[in-house]
């Protein structure tokens, strides 16, 4: 029989996800708290629906979230970009834990606790929470910042850590007898631990290179999908238990299997696969992490444990503000290292359970702890709206003060290009290769700087700024190409230039329609704006069309003709774009007017030799 209180455990657990995250987000509070939060409130010492025994039961099932989530991390990092990636992981990461350790060592044994306890305790609160900052780096958008950078190299140093501090903990047991190992150690003699622990690591390592990647072919073949998740799920589940039997982290036994799958082709299959459990158990573990929240300790130890959460919080985030200033890391992105990483961890977790088995920490200093790590954790993405809110616009406000000075224009041009980035520099580059002048301005002063070592005449300013195209000689000039990408921009760029200067031609990247519509709107012709993507999916296009056969004279043919068309199509979609039933009729019907024209041009068709048009697009390219 069906046991009924499970499903109404996860009714419970899925309905507290469902309706206090989506809450929590709009509030700007990050998912990763609406979980903490709706764990607490359903959790045993508030409304009470999951019992002490469903959460614990919940918390062993949810770790398997963090499991997965350590094995994609470990995906993403190729050994060769683990090793360019060294100096900041094992300098910044390796700094941050070591000193951190030491710091809350000497606090706690000022504090009476003995040198071992006190070791254990600087570890385990060394840790930071890998699966909040990275869940809440990627929500908003800072996982590509220096700062997040640098806070991701911290984590993986942390992840790896583990390892050596599971390694150290039984040394500090109190005594030999209750540092017991469970697993294949259960009955081995001490000296045959290690190699049976360095055996199993080197075994996930080999079957990595070498007989997974043969395994998963085999069942690609198969072309069922589900067999790829399950066997990826299979070999998660296999390291976990492996690295349980030698006494290692189920986690960092992924993590590896991750790291040695890495350059493996089927990463991305395995990536896309388990997205949805990692996702899913993550939030589960949260959801566990809040219910397992001890409102006992907290209620009989209101002030002490708040002045140890906050004690704890600013320790971290100072140690790692001072080691970021030594580093020269910037200020902005210094702050986010600090604060990103100034919680509790999910493996002190497991690392707190190892020290009462070991009773290297009595039970309730242990509780204690785990009630500061979690409530820690829970402040985690507070910190992130104190970042976001208060600290990231004073530095923005900062630099905006500290602006470069826009550089002095000593060059007039009949062309001025605004903008030389990923787009702009094509256009920059093959009028150049003309022998026409061109005047460059670009807004990135890094930009600027690296385009002057490759030789290209740039001048740093914000070509939106009047008083700078006037520098640039605009009254002279015949022509405007604005290649910005930021779409506000270009259309105020377009209004005042077009006041000012009504007789000069004005040419305009559009990223899509929309923008064309409305730079159109502005007075530009359609010949004026160019959709930013056309040019290129149309050379894709017909490559394809030449890969499948199509013969060199017609597809180019086809190609101009199409282009031709769409340019009427834009001019008979500007007056009514607002108009979805007339816009979406006008479509219909220029799709079906240009496939019987194409029938009718390919009935039509000459016989050309293909052999001339075929060494004028080798001599072109």
């Known amino acids: 029989m069906h046991d009924p209180h499970f499903f109404l455990s996860a009714f419970i657990y899925l309905a507290a996800a469902v309706l206090l995250v989506p809450i929590a987000h709009r ?266 929240l001890d409102f006992t300790v907290i209620a009989a130890n209101p002030l002490l444990v708040a002045v140890l959460v906050l004690a704890l919080i600013v320790l971290k985030a100072a140690v790692i503000y001072l080691i970021a200033t030594v580093l020269k890391i910037r200020g902005s992105h210094r702050w986010l290292l600090s604060l990103a990483l100034a919680q509790g961890g999910e493996f002190a977790f497991a690392l707190l359970s190892m020290a009462i088995q070991q009773d290297i920490l009595s039970e309730e200093t242990s509780k204690l702890l785990v009630a500061v790590v979690a409530l820690s954790m829970a402040a985690a993405p507070l910190l992130f709206i104190i970042y976001e809110r208060l600290i990231a616009p004073r530095y923005t406000s900062v630099s905006r003060e500290q602006q470069r000075a826009p550089d002095r224009i000593d060059q007039h041009a009949p062309v001025i290009l605004a903008g030389f980035g990923r787009f702009g520099n094509f256009v920059g580059r093959f009028m150049m290769s003309q022998g026409v002048k061109v005047t460059v301005l670009e807004s990135d002063p890094d930009h600027v700087d690296m385009l002057r070592r490759f030789g290209f005449k740039v001048f740093y300013g914000d070509a939106t700024r009047l008083d700078l195209l006037h520098a640039a000689g605009i009254d002279q000039a015949c022509l405007l190409i604005i290649a910005l990408a930021d779409q506000a921009k270009v259309a105020r760029l377009v209004t005042e230039v077009r006041e000012k200067f009504p007789k000069l031609r004005i040419l305009a990247r559009a990223h899509d329609y929309d923008q064309r519509f409305e730079l159109m709107n502005l007075g530009l012709s359609a010949e004026d704006t160019v959709h930013e993507q056309m040019g290129s999916a149309q050379e894709l296009a017909v490559r394809a069309l030449r890969a499948l056969g199509k013969p060199a004279y017609a597809t180019e043919r086809a190609a101009r003709r199409w282009k031709r068309y769409d340019e009427e199509t834009v001019h008979l979609l500007v007056p009514v774009h607002e108009d979805e039933d007339t816009y979406a009729r006008i479509v219909r019907e220029r799709r079906i007017e240009l496939t019987q024209l194409f029938e009718k041009d390919l009935a039509e068709l000459p016989e050309v030799n293909d052999d001339g048009w075929e060494i004028n697009r080798a001599e072109e390219s």
């Open 27 to 292: 509030l700007g509070l990050g998912s990763v708290l609406g979980y903490l939060i709706g764990g607490a409130v359903i959790g045993p010492f508030v409304l009470g629906w999951v019992g002490g025994r469903q959460g614990e039961e919940a918390m062993h099932f949810a770790e398997f979230g963090v499991v997965i989530m350590l094995f994609m991390i470990g995906l993403e990092l190729e050994p060769s970009r683990l090793w360019r990636m060294r100096g900041p992981i094992f300098g910044l990461g390796g700094l941050q834990v070591s000193l951190t350790a030491l710091a809350v060592m000497a606090i706690a044994i000022a504090f009476g606790l003995e040198w071992k306890p006190a070791l254990a305790t600087g570890m385990i609160l060394a840790l930071s929470s890998t699966a909040i900052v990275i869940q809440t780096l990627q929500e908003k958008g800072l996982m590509r910042t220096d700062g997040g950078g640098d806070s991701f190299s911290v984590l993986l140093f942390q992840d790896i850590s583990v390892i050596p501090m599971l390694a150290v903990f039984p040394l500090l047991a109190a005594s030999v007898t209750k540092a017991e190992h469970h697993g294949w150690l259960h009955d081995l003699p001490h000296w045959a631990q290690p190699l049976v622990t360095l055996g199993a690591v080197v075994a996930i390592v080999i079957a990595g290179q070498f007989i997974v990647p043969r395994g998963f072919a085999i069942l690609a073949k198969t072309g069922l999908r589900e067999l790829l998740t399950a066997a990826a799920l299979l070999l998660i589940v296999g390291v976990a238990l492996l690295m349980t039997q030698v006494g290692l982290s189920p986690a960092l036994g992924a993590f590896v299997a991750g790291v040695v799958l890495a350059g493996s082709h089927y990463r991305h299959e395995l990536e896309s696969n388990l997205e949805p459990f990692k996702g899913l158990l993550l939030g589960l573990f949260f959801l566990a992490v809040g219910a397992s």
